[in-house]
């Protein structure tokens, strides 16, 4: 399994970027994806996670800014951010679990198998 990210550039405060996560050697019918930042000196912490029926759960820091989707037609993950704040500075990675158990979306990576390298986004003011 592979995980590869993109779209990671630089914004101003205000604008807006989608990441995608393109997902290769898997195309399981059931499972939880992630998105996770991490900021120079910060731990990973868990920004969006979606489930195979569509279930989606934030942090409170991105609510009503960030939308995790995934087209499973192209087995890619997004993530549309907007209303971009300096805060948002990041390395952001994608992550897969393929645990057909798996029931509710997830920000905890210890929960992940599967992590993709990072694609970095820099808002400035």
């Known amino acids: 399994v592979q995980l590869v990210e993109s779209g990671g550039a630089s914004a101003q405060t205000g604008g807006s970027l989608r990441l995608s996560c393109a997902v290769s050697?898997?195309?399981?019918?059931?499972?939880?994806m992630g998105w996770f930042r991490q900021a120079s000196g910060d731990e990973r912490e868990g920004v969006a996670s979606?489930?195979?029926?569509?279930?989606?759960t934030y942090a409170e820091s991105v609510k009503g800014r960030f939308t995790i989707s995934k087209d499973n037609t192209k087995n890619t993950l997004y993530l549309q951010m907007n209303d971009l704040k300096p805060e948002d500075t990041a390395m952001y990675y994608c992550a897969l679990d393929l645990d057909p158990s798996t029931l509710t979306p997830s920000l905890s990576e210890l929960h992940y198998n599967y992590w993709g390298q990072g694609t970095q986004v820099t808002v400035s003011s």
């Open positions: 050697g898997s195309t399981a019918s059931r499972y939880c």
């Open positions: 979606i489930i195979s029926d569509g279930t989606t």
